[in-house]
């Protein structure tokens, strides 16, 4: 009883306060609203944009012998994080109803009801509106493209519903940005872009099969597929093919883009790494742990990115 008078007592001075301060309510209801909206596009979490860019700067610098422009380099960096921020948007709105039944998504925004759906439907479009007058700023091929790299993203959130590969596709709408790269650079797409593309599904699949790892019992109870369910007890055994296919067809990018030895290291020790981490999951599984090691591919892909910068330097 005593919490209860204590608790109305708080809300009658919290009223009482915003009606002799109401630019100060607003204020206040505007920050909530701006945190809100940095939940939902992640903005503390930046792992996720850099396993999107990662594959994208392989192919932008690749593409362009290891100088690419600042400008298209600064547009492909922007525009990744605004299209980054817009997937999770999309991914949320897609998963609203979902999202309260899942332990680490019961806190976002929309599940925890501090944004409306129609706020971030309009999150949404506002950063995908801005990343598009970014892509206006390229060739005409490019443009093209990504307006499929903007159905790829709108689309992926609501293939869960409907198949147990999200994972595939999200390598493909992940990827997509390194055919753009090389467009924007060459206006073509050429051989090594398809097999960038090709690897980070391969990668994208992997490291996001580790993530759905950690909600694998929640997405079982709701109805939820991905590849983790699928593949079961196999979930291991594919992850180091996924891996070993990852670092094979980036080889194959090196030998037709006649890369050097810094960059077939950088590959070599990343595909060490990788087939350690899977190792290390297999024999201490835990939703911490699957957590970090799929943060940790976003290292092994600037450290791929790293090979082949200094590739082209020495």
């Known amino acids: 009883m ?3 008078r204590s608790q109305k007592s708080e809300v009658r001075s919290k009223k009482q306060e915003a009606r002799k301060n109401p630019a100060s309510c607003i204020h206040h209801l505007a920050y909530k609203k701006i945190v809100a909206i940095s939940d939902l596009i992640r903005f503390p979490k930046q792992y996720g944009t850099l396993l999107l860019l ?3 700067l392989w192919s932008l610098f690749i593409a362009s012998n290891g100088r690419p422009s600042l400008k298209i380099l600064g547009i492909f960096i922007l525009g990744t994080f605004l299209m980054r921020s817009a997937g999770c948007a999309i991914n949320d709105i897609a998963d609203r109803n979902f999202d309260r039944f899942v332990e ?4 976002r925004p929309l599940a925890d009801g501090r944004l409306t759906l129609k706020e971030a439907l309009l999150t949404f479009f506002v950063l995908s509106f801005f990343a598009f007058c970014l892509v206006l700023f390229l060739n005409s091929l490019t443009v093209a493209l990504s307006v499929i790299g903007i159905l790829l993203a709108s689309i992926y959130p609501f293939i869960k ?4 590969l999200p994972q595939v596709f999200l390598g493909i709408a992940f990827g997509w ?6 467009s924007a650079v060459n206006n073509t797409i050429g051989f ?18 580790i993530y759905a790892l950690m909600d694998k019992e929640d997405d079982i109870k709701i109805g939820v597929k991905s590849t983790a369910i699928l593949l079961g007890k196999n979930v291991y055994k594919a992850l180091y093919l996924l891996y070993a296919a990852v670092i094979i067809i980036l080889a194959l990018v090196g030998i037709s883009s006649k890369m050097g030895f810094v960059y077939f ?14 190792f290390s999951l297999k024999k201490s599984a835990s ?5 970090r090691i799929f943060v940790a591919n976003a290292g092994i892909g600037l450290l791929i990115m790293t090979g082949i910068v200094a590739d082209f330097i020495f």
């Open 192 to 209: 090594s872009a398809v097999l960038i593309f090709t690897a980070n599904i391969f990668w994208s699949t992997a490291y996001d099969t």
């Open 177 to 182: 940005g390194a055919i753009m790269a090389w």
């Open 2 to 4: 005593i919490e209860t």
């Open 287 to 291: 939703r911490e742990k699957a957590f």
């Open 265 to 278: 290291s950088a590959l070599l020790l990343s595909g060490i790494i990788l087939e350690y981490m899977v």
């Open 161 to 164: 519903r409907i198949s147990h």
């Open 104 to 107: 680490r998504t019961k806190v």
């Open 54 to 56: 990662c594959p994208t």
